[in-house]
């Protein structure tokens, strides 16, 4: 079936370093890919998004990069922060249906 | 922009009461809602998509007639948890997707549900 998954459930970085939180997707008729932070005992935020005919796009210290030959989904955080602690999910979706596939989450510790 | 609101944000109750759940849109409309429900260190699992002015689609192996959603208007989704027990406990969260851009979710900041 359908499946969004991500290769680590962990990430500690030093602050001040550049993170990377990958993402696996199974459904190649996926065609629009969602970044969200969730903060503990919050909903999530919107990062950053991207769709099937782009590779890469970038906002404010976030760059997200899309491979559709692997099927892979990358969030870049640059120059990371204590406010980046979070646990990281990448969603996708299909033109046609509703509802984003969640992966199950990537918790990101930014050590001092 | 694309700010949703949940009410309350928390609540407790007893085992065998219902407790109703406020989703809003606060500066978009949103033909369709959806609720999420979240146990700790997990993902969310999508419970049912809400269509302004139509029957909710709930996902399988979740029971309509235990999670009561109503979507009467662009800007508000409920959900009711009837006959609560303590394995219904969790965090409950609502997504709203903008009647522009209709492919992202923004997210409410979620309701913890503990029955007692």
């Known amino acids: 079936g359908e499946s969004v998954g991500l290769h680590l459930p962990t990430l500690s970085v030093q602050e001040g370093d550049n993170s990377i939180i990958n993402c696996a997707y199974s459904?190649?008729?996926?065609?629009?890919f969602i970044w969200y932070k969730q903060e503990s005992g919050k909903g999530p935020q919107f990062i950053i998004d991207?769709?099937?005919?782009?590779d890469k796009r970038q906002g404010q210290r976030v760059t997200v990069l899309l491979n559709k030959t692997v099927k892979h989904l990358s969030l870049q955080i640059a120059a990371t922060q204590p406010g980046d602690s979070a646990v990281y999910f990448c969603?996708?979706?299909?033109?046609?249906?509703?509802?984003?596939?969640f992966g199950q989450g990537t918790r990101l510790t930014i050590n001092p | 922009g694309a700010v949703v609101s949940q009410h309350p944000s928390w609540v407790i109750c007893k085992s065998g009461t219902s407790v109703k759940i406020e989703c809003r849109s606060l500066?978009?409309?949103?033909?369709?809602m959806f609720w999420y429900r979240q146990f700790p260190k997990q993902s969310l699992m999508l419970m049912a998509t809400?269509?302004?002015?139509?029957?909710?689609?709930?996902e399988q192996g979740v029971e309509k007639d235990k999670f009561l959603i109503n979507h009467a208007s662009l800007t508000l989704s409920t959900l009711t948890v009837t006959s609560a027990h303590p394995e219904d406990s969790s965090f409950y969260i609502c997504?709203?997707?903008?009647?522009?851009?209709?492919?992202?979710?923004?997210f409410g900041p979620g309701t913890r549900l503990t029955v007692l």
């Open positions: 997504s709203a997707r903008d009647q522009v851009n209709t492919d992202t979710q923004y």
């Open positions: 500066d978009f409309q949103a033909t369709t």
């Open positions: 969603a996708e979706g299909h033109q046609g249906a509703q509802k984003l596939v």
């Open positions: 991207i769709r099937s005919n782009m």
């Open positions: 809400s269509n302004e002015g139509s029957k909710a689609t709930y």
């Open positions: 459904n190649s008729a996926s065609d629009y």
